[in-house]
């Protein structure tokens, strides 16, 4: 299996700053890369797929990029809208697996 | 508008079985791939399967996780997916979300609200 190793596990911004997740896959994924946001109770929305593409209607502060196999995903001009948990997920090669999770508060 | 909703979660005892259910409408479901994905409170998702679309037979896919013990099908005629889960341990406790890939690839734009499988005595 693909393993998704997501950084940090919790992070703690104030609005308007701009924060850094990160999953490092543990081989090559070429690109097929998604993301999305959890808010409590609800289910994840996807943000981003294929590494980089935005979903219909996720604002644009949001965007996704990568460097060898590690993906990042920004968030620019923290919401409060923003507070959520955040997963990425490799859509390369089954099983697909997703990381750990990144919770981020906001001050 | 697409729209997934789960049904069949409860409490189970271990080694009981469950069926759950997701009715899908707003989409020509024939022409979709369909996954069932689990997470346990506080943890992250785990995709468990997919049941492909018409173009590719409705062949199915599993987790090694699961599989042998779960069982994706899909009734077309009623635009519904189901996932047979037998021989439930305490692990499999978790909410179970259906959900939609695209056309292109395996990703989740649309998911169903969930419902909770309690594997408990």
């Known amino acids: 299996d693909i393993q998704m190793t997501q950084s940090p596990a919790s992070l703690s911004a104030s609005l308007g700053e701009t924060v850094t997740i990160e999953c490092l896959a543990s081989e090559d994924i070429y690109s097929n890369l998604a993301w999305y946001q959890q808010k409590p109770g609800k289910s994840p929305q996807l943000l981003i797929y294929?590494?980089?593409s935005l979903q219909d209607g996720v604002p644009s502060r949001f965007s996704g990029s990568e460097s060898g196999t590690q993906y990042s995903l920004e968030i620019n001009s923290l919401q409060s809208e923003d507070a959520a948990t955040y997963f990425c997920?490799?859509?390369?090669?089954?099983?697909?697996?997703f990381g750990a999770g990144t919770k981020l508060e906001l001050k | 508008e697409v729209k997934l909703l789960e049904s069949g979660g409860g409490l189970v005892q271990p080694g009981g079985s469950m069926r759950l259910s997701c009715a899908a409408s707003g989409f020509t479901f024939t022409d979709f791939y369909m996954n069932w994905i689990r997470q346990p409170a506080g943890k992250a998702p785990e995709w468990l399967g997919f049941?492909?679309?018409?173009?590719?037979?409705?062949?199915?896919e599993y987790n090694p996780s699961v599989k042998g013990r779960f069982t994706i099908s899909r009734d077309n005629t009623q635009n519904m997916l189901y996932l047979q889960m037998n021989t439930l341990r305490a692990e499999d406790t978790a909410t179970y979300y259906c959900?939609?890939?695209?056309?292109?690839?395996?990703?989740?734009?649309?998911w169903g609200q969930g419902t909770l499988v309690t594997v408990s005595s």
């Open positions: 049941i492909r679309n018409k173009a590719n037979g409705y062949t199915t």
């Open positions: 997920q490799q859509h390369h090669d089954y099983p697909y697996t």
């Open positions: 294929d590494a980089s």
């Open positions: 959900a939609r890939s695209t056309r292109v690839g395996i990703w989740f734009a649309y």
